[in-house]
């Protein structure tokens, strides 16, 4: 439920860097749900299967410089397609575009990811790269790809609804701080509200996460940094197969001289990478 925090936190660190935690959801005492939407969602992860998702995410990040109040505010748009595996997400075919308040809209870009690799590509890339080429390959360095860490997980769904409450038929909110969520005391100061919507087959078809972070004692970097994500699921269950761009159309990021990654960054490219 990352949201591609990861490309939002490097654009807001051009101005202000700081470390982000990661959301958080409701652990309030308060009337336990039913733990159906659980089991319907792990009986959607499944090789063969996949889920259509759009979604709005932001970043804004107050702090002081120079004794002036600054802000930067960038936005993600997200939308595409999730294949599972075995109770995970396996695949994704995505269109990414990202805006920054004081910078405008970047080119839009595709991307697909599987295993630890994502490939990137717009029309203009396509044309930066050299001839036959038209994919940029990156390789995430832990075990991890950020852009697989889509959607919510069963584990992260039924902790939610455990605690939180129904406000309207299929719809539940919940409040919590950062730490509880993380079941760790050391995740730093932060609180989140959340909603959930399902429709009458107790799946997903929508999750708004708010959640405000604040710096621990020993820094300054920021005053408040919020994150908001909105995110619609749609066709779920649909048969899904994505597939990696053939070997020939790809390059791999680290093989990029100067000019051309001067190049595919200004056509779209990610600045950070994909990841």
Same mark, same amino acid.
């Given at each position: 439920?990352?949201?591609?925090?990861?490309?939002?936190?490097?654009?807001?660190?051009?101005?202000?860097?700081?470390?982000?935690?990661?959301?958080? %959801?409701?652990?309030?005492?308060?009337?336990?749900?039913?733990?159906?939407?659980?089991?319907?969602?792990?009986?959607?992860?499944?090789?063969?299967?996949?889920?259509?998702?759009?979604?709005?995410?932001?970043?804004?990040?107050?702090?002081?410089?120079?004794?002036?109040? $600054?802000?930067?505010?960038? +936005?993600?748009?997200?939308?595409?397609?999730? %294949?599972?595996?075995?109770?995970?997400?396996?695949?994704?075919?995505?269109?990414?575009?990202?805006?920054?308040?004081?910078?405008?809209?970047?080119?839009?870009?595709?991307?697909?990811? &599987?295993?630890?690799?994502?490939?990137?590509?717009?029309?203009?890339?396509?044309?930066?790269?050299?001839?036959?080429?038209?994919?940029?390959?990156?390789?995430?360095?832990?075990?991890? +790809?950020?852009?697989?860490? $889509?959607?919510?997980?069963?584990?992260?769904?039924?902790?939610?609804?455990?605690?939180?409450? &129904?406000?309207?038929?299929?719809?539940?909110?919940?409040?919590?701080?950062?730490?509880?969520?993380?079941?760790?005391?050391?995740?730093?100061?932060?609180?989140?509200?959340?909603?959930?919507?399902?429709?009458?087959?107790?799946?997903?078809?929508?999750?708004?996460?708010?959640?405000?972070?604040?710096?621990?004692?020993?820094?300054?970097?920021?005053?408040?940094?919020?994150?908001?994500?909105?995110?619609?699921?749609?066709?779920?269950? %649909?048969?899904?197969?994505?597939?990696?761009?053939?070997?020939?159309?790809?390059?791999?990021?680290?093989?990029? +001289?100067?000019?051309?990654?001067?190049?595919?960054?200004?056509?779209?490219?990610? &600045?950070?990478?994909?990841?």
């Amino acid at each position: 439920m990352k949201l591609f925090s990861a490309g939002l936190v490097a654009a807001a660190a051009a101005v202000c860097v700081v470390a982000v935690p990661a959301q958080a %959801a409701s652990v309030a005492s308060v009337q336990a749900a039913p733990v159906d939407p659980v089991k319907s969602l792990k009986a959607q992860l499944a090789p063969g299967k996949g889920v259509k998702i759009t979604e709005s995410s932001g970043i804004t990040l107050d702090f002081t410089a120079d004794d002036r109040a $600054m802000q930067v505010q960038v +936005n993600t748009h997200t939308a595409g397609t999730l %294949a599972f595996g075995k109770g995970n997400v396996a695949a994704a075919d995505l269109r990414v575009r990202m805006s920054a308040r004081q910078k405008g809209f970047n080119p839009p870009y595709r991307v697909i990811a &599987e295993g630890r690799n994502a490939y990137v590509t717009n029309a203009g890339i396509a044309k930066a790269l050299p001839s036959g080429r038209s994919w940029i390959q990156s390789k995430a360095s832990g075990h991890e +790809n950020a852009v697989l860490d $889509m959607g919510v997980t069963p584990a992260e769904l039924q902790f939610m609804l455990a605690n939180a409450s &129904e406000v309207a038929t299929g719809e539940y909110h919940g409040t919590a701080t950062l730490a509880d969520f993380r079941h760790d005391k050391s995740a730093g100061e932060g609180n989140v509200e959340f909603h959930l919507y399902f429709d009458e087959h107790n799946l997903l078809t929508r999750t708004v996460v708010d959640t405000t972070t604040y710096p621990d004692g020993d820094t300054s970097a920021y005053d408040q940094m919020v994150f908001h994500t909105d995110t619609k699921y749609s066709n779920w269950g %649909a048969k899904v197969k994505i597939t990696a761009p053939a070997a020939g159309k790809v390059i791999s990021e680290k093989k990029l +001289n100067a000019k051309t990654r001067k190049a595919v960054i200004k056509a779209g490219y990610p &600045e950070s990478g994909p990841f």
